[in-house]
């Protein structure tokens, strides 16, 4: 089974600065996908990023881009420009490309605060 | 356009009451998912289905039933609640299409407590 690690349970980030927030998983699969989803103090998820295993290159959306390393198996999502609206919690999901049913599994979030 | 609409938004139960929690999708969604969210847990799959008429367990089942009797509705029951069930509830839909781009769309979350 895979599984992902998100080992900073709170960062906090300057408005304007840059943050990056970590994932680790694991997994003895070569196909996968990556997600960063953003929990705002409203309780929606909302999807960020998403990065295709095969793909070396990194994704990237505006303000928000990912390390992807796949031999390290961690995969970081950068924000770049803070604002305060980034404040939420910050979930990094996996999901097989086999199997059925695109089962995502989570990891246990980093709450990121931004100051002023 | 709703998306996924969860019904309640909060609800709070006694020890060894029942309730069903219901999810309605309008996108024409072949796949649902129920988790939980806990603090410090991430979220969790509880049950998910891949097509009306079908279910399958997911990470935590034990507690919880759930039923996909039409396509844009799947429910979760809880039978006998128990205070290990306080939670908060997502709900979730996907195309079933391959690829990464077969994103899960989520509920508002139903926040659940049990005394």
């Known amino acids: 089974a895979q599984t992902v690690t998100q080992s900073q349970p709170e960062m906090s980030v300057q408005e304007a600065e840059t943050v990056t927030l970590s994932c680790t998983y694991d997994t003895s699969e070569s196909d996968y996908y990556l997600f960063w989803y953003k929990q705002p103090p409203s309780r929606q998820m909302i999807l960020v990023i998403r990065?295709?295993?095969?793909?070396?290159q990194n994704a990237t959306e505006n303000r928000f881009s990912v390390n992807f390393q796949k031999a390290a198996k961690s995969f970081s999502l950068k924000i770049s420009d803070s604002q305060l609206g980034d404040a939420a919690m910050y979930f990094c999901?996996?999901?097989?490309?086999?199997?059925?049913?695109?089962?995502?599994?989570f990891g246990t979030g980093t709450r990121l605060q931004v100051t002023l | 356009n709703a998306g996924v609409t969860q019904t309640p938004k909060f609800r709070v139960l006694k020890t060894g009451q029942s309730m069903t929690l219901l999810c309605a999708q309008d996108m024409n969604h072949e796949y649902m998912y129920w988790y939980r969210q806990d603090p410090g847990m991430g979220l969790r799959l509880i049950h998910y289905?891949?097509?009306?008429?079908?279910?399958a367990k997911g990470e935590v089942p034990d507690g919880y039933n759930v039923s996909r009797l039409k396509k844009q509705n799947f429910l979760l029951g809880l039978e006998s609640a128990a205070p290990s069930q306080t939670s908060v509830y997502f709900c979730a839909s996907s195309g079933g299409r391959v690829g990464p781009y077969n994103e899960q769309f989520f509920g508002p979350g139903t926040r659940l407590t049990v005394l």
């Open positions: 999901a996996y999901r097989s490309t086999t199997g059925t049913a695109s089962k995502l599994t």
């Open positions: 990065q295709e295993a095969y793909k070396q």
């Open positions: 289905s891949v097509g009306e008429g079908t279910t």
